[in-house]
């Protein structure tokens, strides 16, 4: 941390703060890169702030984000100090990692595991997961319990990749992981910052006060992270028996006779926690925005309908002739950002358009601020994915930048399950428009207002969402219904002929078997970043 009372002429410029604090008092608590970015609209795109004995440097525009976080990735891949990482071993967890071997070897496994070339051997995986999403959404078409089905489902096929085990509904391990995102998110998010500003806290005994808890709440869950961790490798054994294939299975192949090390038992962990609250929030924001807009579904629902004509549910092959349900995706990650900040610790002193980056200050990139930008993104508070496709409305537009390459954060840390969460989001959203009409319920009084108001985002410690999205559902047609009904949500075969014909088809029957082509387009341009 960098240490200054008086500000540097050099630093960038920012509001002026009180002694001691800072800026402390200014910066809202909720939604900050809003009042940032209204900051950079007095100061310019890059400011300083001072939070106690902190600096804290915002860029608020594509130009000196890229210019850093992307251009410079020496000194801008380390992450700002969490100690109660340190304390539950989440350290041992990419989003922690300090730059150095660990971290190499983690990326580099989830590059060769869900990278851009990868992901597409899980197709089947996708298919099958939203085929099973259309069923529990069909038992509440109120959507009583929306999060918790989007999330069963996520967790599900996150799980069925990392580990190849199908889980049951007795089964615990669900809640644990969902459990560990929250936690992981919310020290991510720096909710245990008092053990930051005051690091003395961590050498104190467990009994003492103010300190004790927060001692005891990090032993508690580095024993429940570890735990998880062995419970994976566990589960993986079992997928490996059912024949599925699965990454843990991968890397275990990968490190031969050897026991599989802790760190590597911590990659299925990583997948599970590291991308639950991202694709939830992504699938909230998807059927909110569907039932906000409902030309915009119907236009969704007839490029659908054009290739399925209604006859079955779509596959990963399918991708490539749904441009506007790709372009739905785009503006989905693009409309309601996921992760509005990401913070970096500069390592070395750098220069940025003539104003000193001091070594040790945080850096944070207003990710949201690029997503409102009006000379890249016009109204860009109107939801419309039109803005993504080409003129004659068949691709998306290589000349824009797409969400690929600022939703999922930059440089040598962009998040390595980009790939797996396009592909997983976009086989949920093309299933739910074939089969539903996503509308606001208009009983509900509170509902429309709160989908009239201003938009108002939650954070979940480092990854946001919409607070509140109420949403209802109806079946498009009685073959929509039957469709869902019959569909083969069962796990996916082994060698391919239990269930029906193994590689599904394109075009094929009537449920839409599951198909192992590969990927479709993913969306946008790749960051070739591991
Ligand atoms: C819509 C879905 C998702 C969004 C918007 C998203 C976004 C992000 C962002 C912004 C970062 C920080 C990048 C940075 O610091 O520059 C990140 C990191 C990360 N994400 Fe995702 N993510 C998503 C899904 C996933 C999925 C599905 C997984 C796992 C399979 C995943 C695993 C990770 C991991 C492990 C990191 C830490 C990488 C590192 O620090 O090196 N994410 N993600």
Redesign the pocket.
């Known amino acids: 941390m960098s240490s200054l009372f008086g500000r540097s002429k050099h630093l960038p410029p920012g509001p002026p703060g009180l002694p001691i604090l800072g800026n402390l008092t200014q910066i809202p608590s909720t939604e900050q890169w809003v009042w940032f970015y209204n900051v950079s609209k007095k100061y310019g795109p890059v400011n300083t702030f001072r939070v106690l004995n902190t600096t804290i440097i915002v860029l608020n525009s594509q130009e000196s984000i890229d210019a850093l976080?992307n251009k410079k990735v020496a000194q801008y891949s380390s992450k700002p100090p969490r100690r109660m990482a340190n304390l539950s071993d989440l350290t041992m967890t990419?989003?922690f990692m300090d730059p150095g071997e660990d971290f190499s070897t983690a990326?580099r496994q989830?590059h060769e595991e869900?990278g851009q070339s990868a992901v597409g051997a899980y197709n089947k995986e996708y298919e099958q997961s939203s085929r099973r999403f259309l069923q529990t959404l069909a038992a509440d078409l109120q959507c009583s319990k929306l999060t918790e089905v989007i999330d069963d489902s996520l967790g599900h096929i996150?799980l069925k990749v990392s580990t190849g085990y199908e889980p049951k509904p007795s089964d615990t391990i669900l809640a644990q992981m969902n459990n560990l995102a929250h936690f992981a998110a919310d020290v991510l998010g720096d909710k245990y910052q008092k053990l930051d500003i005051m690091p003395f806290l961590c050498s104190l005994p467990t009994w003492a006060p103010v300190a004790g808890p927060i001692l005891k709440l990090g032993a508690k869950w580095k024993k429940q992270l570890h735990a998880t961790a062995d419970a994976t490798v566990q589960l993986a054994q079992e997928g490996k028996m059912a024949g599925n294939d699965s990454v843990m299975f991968n890397l275990s192949a990968a490190s031969g006779e050897k026991p599989m090390d802790d760190r590597s038992k911590m990659i299925a962990v990583?997948?599970n926690a590291?991308?639950m609250l991202?694709?939830e929030s992504?699938t909230l924001t998807f059927l909110l925005a569907m039932a906000k807009f409902p030309d915009i579904q119907k236009r969704a629902q007839a490029e659908v309908d054009a290739l399925l004509g209604g006859k079955r549910l779509p596959t990963m092959a399918d991708r490539q002739k749904l441009p506007y349900v790709d372009a739905v995706l785009s503006e989905v990650?693009r409309w309601v950002s996921?992760?509005p900040v990401?913070a970096r610790e500069v390592t070395e002193d750098d220069h940025y358009d003539g104003y000193l980056i001091p070594k040790g200050a945080t850096i944070m990139a207003n990710n949201w601020a690029i997503s409102r930008d009006e000379s890249i993104f016009p109204e860009p508070e109107a939801f419309r994915p039109e803005r993504f496709l080409n003129d004659a409305g068949t691709a998306l537009r290589k000349d824009i930048l797409q969400p690929m390459e600022f939703?999922?954060?930059?440089?040598h840390?962009?998040?390595?399950?980009?790939y797996?969460?396009d592909a997983l989001?976009f086989s949920h959203f093309a299933h739910v428009l074939a089969a539903f009409d996503v509308s606001l319920p208009l009983a509900a009084e509170k509902a429309k207002r709160a989908a009239d108001e201003r938009m108002k985002v939650k954070s979940n410690g480092a990854a946001c969402r919409v607070e509140e999205v109420y949403v209802t559902l109806s079946f498009r047609s009685d073959a929509a219904a039957e469709l869902v009904r019959q569909a083969n949500a069962a796990p996916a075969p082994a060698n391919g002929t239990a269930n029906g014909t193994a590689n599904g088809t394109a075009n094929g029957s009537a449920n839409g078997n599951a198909t192992s082509v590969p990927n479709g387009v993913p969306n946008g341009a790749a960051n070739s970043s591991h």
């Open positions: 976080f990419l989003p990326r989830f869900v996150f990583t997948m590291g991308g991202a694709t992504a990650l996921i992760a990401i939703a999922f954060g930059f440089g840390r962009t998040c390595p399950g980009r797996l969460a989001l």
